[in-house]
């Protein structure tokens, strides 16, 4: 076979492959067109279904007037794109993860596939709780705080107290909302991935442990960068986070337990013990080597000459030569 043929051969899998990760990559772009259509013609009722945070926490505050303002006479248009953006993409995702494991999973094996079956499936479940977790605790929280700033207007002896109401724009809303809703999702993924790293290895329950301070201060940092400046937002994210980091340690530590258990029925497992005699016996036998060898370089031993082959200390041979 001639080296043009080897070639080709060879990179035959590659071009199968670029070309089945064109198609998953088309199927998964069609499903997102088609979400982001059926969004767009229903943006209306999506965007009162975000603004259900803001307008229960003014009516608890006695404001029955919950309305956004347009700043910008095309805001309108390009709000109902981002819903449909974002609503497209939710959607679809479902869709594009299984694409991705389509894609995925025939170069896997069938231990690995049930390894990381579990991951693809817990991850838009959990996305999903810290979107939830995010619109129906976090959002009225922090809009109930910035809403405290207002104050009614009045004109008396005393003075004068001009009036401060909220007449919030529309897309400044929508952006807010979904920053909430995307960094609580992404957030709450953390166990996910800590646990699938340490099912591969990656990282170790102590190693997370050893690190706990430095995760802290991590911590504080997302939650000062992905929070609005409110106390309240930025404390309650710090802990979600850091409590979601404890238990992602105790999932890694119950895998690692897992794997020892496995690795103990197949005989495959070794203890620090047992490694620690099996150090101390190959140090003694490096003694013993090195003392054979010292023994070997003595003089005494050497069959070309040493004391025994000098005639001047061999009596016998001094009087033999007189």
Partial sequence: MSDTEEIEDSSAPLIEHLAELRTRLIHSAVAFIIGMVICFTVWNPIFNFLTEPLCSTMANRGQDDCGL????????????????????????????????????A???????KNAFLPFMLASPIMFLIGASFAF???????????????????????????SIDFQGSVQEYLRLS??????????FQLPVLLTLMGKAGLVSSQGLADVRKYAVVGILVLAALVTPPDVITQVILFVVVYGLYEISIQLVKRVETKREA????????????D?????????????????????????SDDPEGGPDDDPEDDPGMVETGR
């Fill in 106 to 112: 025939p170069g896997l094996y069938k231990n690995e």
């Fill in 275 to 299: 490694e620690e005699v099996e150090d101390e016996l190959m140090a003694e036998f490096d003694e013993d080597d090195d003392e054979d060898e010292g023994g070997d370089d003595d003089p």
């Fill in 136 to 162: 129906y605790v976090v959002m009225p929280l922090a809009f109930d705080f910035f809403l405290g700033f207002q104050q009614t207007g009045n004109v008396a002896e005393t003075g004068v107290e001009a």
């Fill in 69 to 104: 303002i347009l700043i910008k006479l095309q805001e309108g248009f390009f709000v109902a794109v981002s819903i449909s953006l974002f609503g497209g993409l939710v959607l679809s995702f479902p869709y594009i993860s299984y694409q991705l494991w389509r894609f995925v």
């Fill in 178 to 187: 979904i920053k909430f809703i995307v960094a609580f999702g992404l957030c």
């Fill in 262 to 273: 496995d690795l103990r029925a197949q005989g495959l497992w070794f203890d620090d013990d």
